[in-house]
Structures are given as C-alpha cells and as structure tokens.
C-alpha cells in the first residue's frame, strides 16, 4: 500500500454508521476499494461506503476507513481488526474511532456526542477477544493493559476543543458496552447494562481498541447517541438503523468539526 501513496499517515480514523462523511474532508485524497486491498474484508452494512482515503485534514496526514467491519457481518473477530494492525504497519500512532450507540444514561439526548472514558467488552465475556490464540511480539505483549485504553491527554483534548467550537453544550463523557449484534437490546438487557454502568451501547468499536492497544496506539473514542433505548414494557418507540443514519446526518457536521480541529492539536 505504501508504494501506491506518498502519504505516511501518524493518525487514523474509523468512521461509525453514516460518519464517513470525514473522509470527504481530506484534500490531496488517495481512495482504495476495500476489495482491492489484499485480506480486506468488504463492508456490508448500509453507511458504510467500504473505502480507506488516505489524505490530509487541517495540513496533517490522515488515513480514514470509510466503513468498518462487525462481527455480526459473519468476519471472525480477527478480521474485523486486521485493518488496525495495518495502521501500525504504516506507522500510524493515533486512532480515533466513532461510532453510532444507543443512549443508555437516562441524562444523555439524541444527538449527544460520548467521549469514551472506557468499555465494557461483553463479546469477551464470551471468549470473542481478537488477541485470542497466538501472540505476535512484532505488536505486542501478551498480556496488554487496558485500565488506560482510552488516552486521558486526548479526552483532555476533546474537551477543550468541543469548547472552543461550541460543541461543549452536547458533549457527554461515559463507558462504552459493545454487544455481538445484530439485534438491538432487549428491555432486560438494557435494564442489566444500565445496572453495570454502561452509559451507551453498540456493535462495533472495542475490538480495534484492543488490537489499537496491543499494538501500542493512543486511542480516541466517540460515540454519537442516535436513539435512547428502550426500557419500559409500554413504550412504543422502536430501535431501528434508519433513525441512526438520520441522527447521525443530522449531528455528522458538528463531529466532524470536532475531529478536525482537533487532528491540529494532536
């Protein structure tokens, strides 16, 4: 890949359902097809345009995944993160990644921003770790820490440049629950989450974190809160993908004016 770009990226970002209007940012842009790109999975979900951009965002050089992969999409959880161990290999040193969750703090909005202070990785409750089986010491440890997964400079970061431009109003910080997917929660799942501390939750995001880690990245996370989820018997609201694409069209211009200005304070 690197013999086909001039770029030599030290930021990444993986963009959440309906986010990859980031991409379009960067200017002096190289864009590959995910299935050109050797052992690339393709992306299968609806806001996912399933392309890697490499360019640059405020002067500084930036790779951005268009799309990413799920495990719900049938790709074993080593597949889902086989891009972020690509990322290391171009000698990319931060990552950001977003997402689209649903709300389980009853103070959070539609439309909120979520720094991610940590996560709860249910799916590895299960055994469904993307470091599971042989460890490779060309990236890691075997054993890697993850009390410090999410970079405290850059949630610091986050915050003063959300205030710089107005965005401070809509920012929450919380934790993070990934489930397996593709189902949204049920009631009594939601109500379990809430009891555990979850603030939002999604499909996506906590694998690459791990492997972002393991390799030896500072990680940046956010959610956007595209729908509160449901947690009594009698409501009639309905958790559908429809509504987050909505959200997230609806919010896509503020977060991405955070994470710009943001890339020029990294």
């Known amino acids: 890949m690197l013999a086909h770009t001039e770029q030599r990226p030290k930021v990444a970002i993986i963009c959440g359902s309906?986010?990859?209007?980031?991409?379009?940012?960067?200017?002096?842009?190289?864009?590959?097809?995910?299935?050109?790109?050797?052992?690339?999975?393709?992306?299968?979900?609806?806001?996912?345009?399933?392309?890697?951009?490499?360019?640059?965002?405020?002067?500084?050089?930036?790779?951005?995944?268009?799309?990413?992969?799920?495990?719900?999409?049938?790709?074993?959880?080593?597949?889902?993160?086989?891009?972020?161990?690509?990322?290391?290999?171009?000698?990319?040193?931060?990552?950001?990644?977003?997402?689209?969750?649903g709300g389980l703090n009853g103070c959070y909005e539609v439309g909120d921003i979520m720094l991610i202070k940590d996560h709860i990785n249910m799916p590895?409750?299960?055994?469904?770790?993307?470091?599971?089986?042989?460890?490779?010491?060309?990236?890691?440890?075997?054993?890697?820490?993850?009390?410090?997964?999410?970079?405290?400079?850059?949630?610091?970061?986050?915050?003063?440049?959300?205030?710089?431009?107005?965005c401070d109003s809509f920012l929450q910080e919380g934790v993070y629950c990934m489930l397996a997917g593709p189902t949204y929660e049920t009631i009594a799942e939601c109500k379990v989450l809430q009891k555990l501390g979850a603030d939002a939750v999604g499909m996506s995001t906590v694998p690459e974190v791990l492997v972002a880690r393991h390799c030896g990245l500072r990680v940046l996370g956010l959610s956007l809160i595209t729908n509160k989820v449901v947690t009594e018997y009698d409501s009639t609201e309905r958790a559908n993908h429809e509504e987050v694409l909505k959200t997230t069209e609806r919010r896509s211009q503020d977060l991405q004016r955070l994470v710009s200005h943001l890339i020029t304070n990294i």
């Open 18 to 101: 309906g986010m990859g209007g980031l991409g379009e940012l960067l200017g002096d842009r190289n864009v590959f097809q995910y299935k050109d790109i050797p052992h690339f999975p393709t992306s299968t979900v609806p806001g996912h345009a399933g392309q890697l951009v490499f360019g640059k965002l405020q002067g500084r050089e930036c790779v951005c995944m268009q799309g990413r992969f799920h495990f719900y999409e049938g790709y074993n959880i080593h597949t889902v993160t086989y891009p972020v161990r690509v990322f290391y290999l171009l000698g990319v040193e931060t990552l950001i990644v977003t997402n689209a969750a």
């Open 124 to 166: 590895g409750f299960a055994g469904q770790n993307p470091l599971c089986g042989h460890n490779d010491d060309r990236f890691g440890v075997r054993f890697p820490c993850m009390s410090d997964a999410y970079d405290r400079e850059l949630g610091a970061l986050v915050k003063q440049t959300a205030k710089e431009q107005g």
